[in-house]
């Protein structure tokens, strides 16, 4: 038996002992459900963070190997140097040209070192729209896989003007004429994710997150205590299936069991179908249609209509 049917068998049992008594308790039992059901929803949203962030977890070349029959990686951003952090190039996904770019984390200590933990430095975003740039010029779409705690915050990034290059990125993006598909694949974490998170259709893997902040940081700063990271995430929001529901994202794109690490091809399957899907809608239309409808949809993110009783 499961620990929480045990609870609300001990709810019940709680009920039962109150009625034969003669004692009014339902105030008490229904705190005691709100604050079970706020475990139970931090409990769930905890599990997806820990999911995104499996060291297990297919990484953007992982993906890439899987759904392209042929894939050439470039370098550079003809500006300072390259960035191992966020990686790019030209593949071929079921015959049709695309821009590939994505943010990579690494497998043991020595890789995530060079690849900063898929934490962007400025050289990263700007290699990033140059490539991005490329394939506007030669009628490629752009694919985007997202997987980043956000962008390195160091002292050269700063100095390299780290939010420059994100704001120009955004900028850009939402003004390239080919199509866009941004898919999250494991932490869609701040600017850092927004730099190359601006598409015509933005999708999330089922055990993805999408945020400004970590639920670490959430608690620590406005709950004052880094212990309720659990509830944080639950209370900002950030699983797939809230930021479909908050129209952030257009879609879900479903794991295997247990995460998308128990079978990286299955996973890699899945994001191949609903690539190659929308490639073929998106490329019917005309460009200049596909930047207003994309600039339309930015704009509305974080819109709301608060009702009042």
Same mark, same amino acid.
């Given at each position: 038996?499961?620990?929480?049917?045990?609870?609300?068998?001990?709810?019940? #049992?709680?009920?039962?002992?109150?009625? #034969?008594?003669?004692?009014?308790?339902?105030?008490?039992?229904?705190?005691?459900?709100?604050?079970?059901?706020?475990?139970?929803?931090?409990?769930?949203?905890?599990?997806?963070?820990?999911?995104?962030?499996?060291?297990?977890?297919?990484?953007?070349?992982?993906?890439?190997?899987?759904?392209?029959?042929?894939?050439?990686?470039?370098?550079?951003?003809?500006?300072?140097?390259?960035?191992?952090?966020?990686?790019?190039?030209?593949?071929?996904?079921?015959?049709?040209?695309?821009?590939?770019?994505?943010?990579?984390?690494?497998?043991?200590?020595?890789?995530?070192?060079?690849?900063?933990?898929?934490?962007?430095?400025?050289?990263?975003?700007?290699?990033?729209?140059?490539?991005?740039?490329?394939?506007?010029?030669?009628?490629?779409?752009? =694919?985007?896989?997202?997987? +980043?705690?956000?962008?390195?915050?160091? $002292?050269?990034?700063?100095?390299?003007?780290?939010?420059?290059?994100?704001?120009?990125?955004?900028? #850009?993006?939402?003004? $390239?004429?080919?199509?866009?598909?941004?898919?999250?694949?494991?932490?869609?974490?701040?600017?850092?994710? $927004?730099?190359?998170?601006?598409?015509?259709?933005?999708?999330?893997?089922?055990?993805?997150?999408?945020?400004?902040?970590?639920?670490?940081?959430?608690?620590?700063?406005?709950?004052?205590?880094?212990?309720?990271?659990?509830?944080?995430?639950?209370?900002?929001? =950030?699983?797939?299936?809230?930021?479909?529901?908050?129209? =952030?994202?257009?879609?879900?794109?479903? #794991?295997?069991?247990?995460?998308?690490? =128990?079978?990286?091809?299955?996973?890699?399957?899945?994001?191949?179908?609903?690539?190659?899907?929308?490639?073929?809608?998106?490329? +019917?239309?005309?460009?200049?249609?596909?930047?207003?409808?994309?600039?339309?949809?930015?704009?509305?993110?974080?819109?709301?209509?608060?009702?009042?009783?």
């Amino acid at each position: 038996m499961s620990s929480s049917k045990k609870v609300e068998n001990k709810i019940e #049992e709680l009920k039962k002992m109150a009625t #034969e008594h003669g004692v009014d308790i339902s105030d008490e039992i229904a705190r005691i459900t709100e604050k079970i059901q706020e475990t139970s929803r931090g409990s769930r949203a905890w599990k997806r963070v820990e999911l995104a962030r499996n060291p297990d977890r297919p990484r953007a070349l992982d993906i890439i190997k899987n759904i392209c029959d042929d894939f050439i990686e470039l370098h550079g951003d003809r500006h300072f140097g390259d960035d191992l952090a966020l990686v790019g190039g030209i593949g071929i996904i079921d015959g049709i040209a695309v821009t590939i770019i994505g943010n990579q984390k690494g497998r043991n200590l020595k890789e995530t070192m060079a690849r900063n933990g898929g934490m962007a430095n400025p050289e990263g975003y700007r290699k990033a729209l140059r490539l991005a740039k490329q394939a506007e010029k030669f009628g490629r779409p752009i =694919i985007t896989l997202i997987d +980043t705690q956000g962008a390195y915050p160091g $002292l050269g990034a700063e100095e390299r003007g780290i939010g420059e290059a994100i704001a120009v990125n955004l900028r #850009e993006f939402s003004q $390239l004429k080919t199509p866009i598909i941004c898919i999250i694949i494991g932490e869609g974490g701040s600017g850092g994710a $927004l730099g190359i998170g601006v598409g015509d259709k933005i999708y999330m893997l089922e055990n993805a997150v999408y945020s400004v902040i970590s639920p670490e940081g959430y608690a620590s700063i406005l709950l004052r205590d880094s212990s309720q990271a659990k509830n944080a995430a639950a209370m900002m929001k =950030i699983t797939a299936e809230d930021v479909l529901d908050l129209k =952030i994202c257009n879609g879900i794109i479903p #794991e295997p069991t247990g995460g998308a690490q =128990i079978d990286p091809a299955a996973s890699s399957k899945s994001i191949k179908e609903v690539i190659v899907r929308d490639l073929k809608d998106l490329m +019917t239309r005309n460009p200049s249609v596909l930047v207003r409808y994309r600039n339309q949809k930015i704009r509305t993110i974080g819109h709301f209509v608060e009702e009042c009783q």
